[in-house]
Each structure stands twice: as structure tokens, then as C-alpha cells.
């Protein structure tokens, strides 16, 4: 029971979050920008649950993208799962006091995801204009991405609190 409500509210945040992403963001466009709140969450997850559920958020949140998106099937569900597999090696290390390492695992997944979306989905049809993309869309993301998780990650991580003392106060009856 306790992990079905785990995972309602996973789903509920994914949702959420692209919800913000492709309705409310594009009106808060800064620089023709919006930030990737997908990553935040992925990654978000990866590092305070581990590897096993950051991948399946980041399959999930990836799949969203995939379906409702247009494309290629698959494309994004693979970036976002090695986002959420890759930020789950740092659970061993992740303290919910240190605000620090969760900004810079997040910037890290943000830079890293707009590299392989444009090797990927620009270099690779001929489009070489790296310092442009660079310029113009990924370090404007990055930095909106960034202002938007210090507000977001602090939801993200509450939720998680919450959850973490239920299940251990449900777990302590059993004891």
C-alpha cells in the first residue's frame, strides 16, 4: 500500500511538472527559453531515492515527452532514464540539509541533456552551429532551469520528508 501511494504521487509529480513545463512556462519564456522541469524532477528523484526509481521516473517522464511530444518514441525516455539511473549513484551521498549538490546534479543532467539533444537532433542532420545552440538555448536553460529548482527542489524534497515519515512511522507499527 505504501508504495502505490509512492508511486500515485511520483505519478502526480511527472504530471505536474510537464503540465508547468508545455503550459505555464511558455508564457514565462525568458530569452525564447523555458526550463526543463522534467530534468529537475528526474534527477530530483534519482539522488534522494537511488538509481532503480530515478530510471523509472526518468523512462516515465521521458515516455510523456515521447507520446505527447511527437518524434521518435524512445528518444527522450532513454536521455531522462540515464538522468535518473546517473543522479542515483549520488544517494550515498545526498543530505537533505545541502542545498549544494542537488543544484549542481541538476545543472550537470540539464547540461548534459541539452548536448545529447543537439548532437542528436541537430549535429547529426548537418547542423553545425554548436556556438549558436550554445549561446542562444543551452546556457539560457540552464540558467532558468537552475533559478526554477531552487523553488521547485524545495517542494520536491518536502513531498519526499512527508513521505518518508509515513512510511516509517507505518513501519514502526509492525516492530
Known amino acids: 500500500m505504501r508504495k502505490l501511494k509512492r508511486i ?15 503550459t505555464v512556462f511558455p508564457h514565462l519564456a525568458l530569452a525564447s527559453v523555458i526550463p526543463n522541469t522534467l530534468v529537475i524532477v528526474t534527477s530530483s528523484i534519482g539522488f534522494m531515492r ?7 521516473t526518468g523512462f516515465c517522464c521521458g515516455l510523456l515527452k515521447d507520446v505527447l511530444g ?6 527522450y525516455a532513454f536521455i531522462y532514464m540515464m538522468i535518473g539511473f546517473g543522479n542515483g ?22 547540461f548534459l541533456y541539452s548536448i545529447v539533444v543537439y548532437v542528436f537532433l541537430f549535429m547529426l542532420k548537418s547542423d553545425f552551429k554548436f556556438g549558436y545552440y550554445f549561446g542562444r538555448i543551452i546556457m539560457p536553460e540552464l540558467v532558468y532551469t537552475i533559478l526554477v529548482t531552487l523553488v521547485l527542489y524545495q517542494i520536491l524534497l518536502h513531498i519526499n520528508q512527508l513521505l518518508e515519515e509515513k512510511e516509517k512511522r507505518s513501519a514502526s507499527k509492525f516492530v
Open 50 to 56: 537511488g538509481k532503480k526509481e530515478g530510471l523509472i
Open 89 to 110: 549513484f549520488f544517494k550515498q551521498v545526498f543530505y537533505d540539509e545541502d542545498v549544494k549538490l542537488p543544484i549542481a546534479l541538476i545543472s550537470v543532467s540539464e
Open 8 to 22: 500515485a504521487i511520483y505519478v502526480v509529480m511527472v504530471v505536474v511538472c510537464y503540465l508547468l513545463e508545455t
Open 70 to 75: 511527437g518524434g521518435l518514441i524512445g528518444f
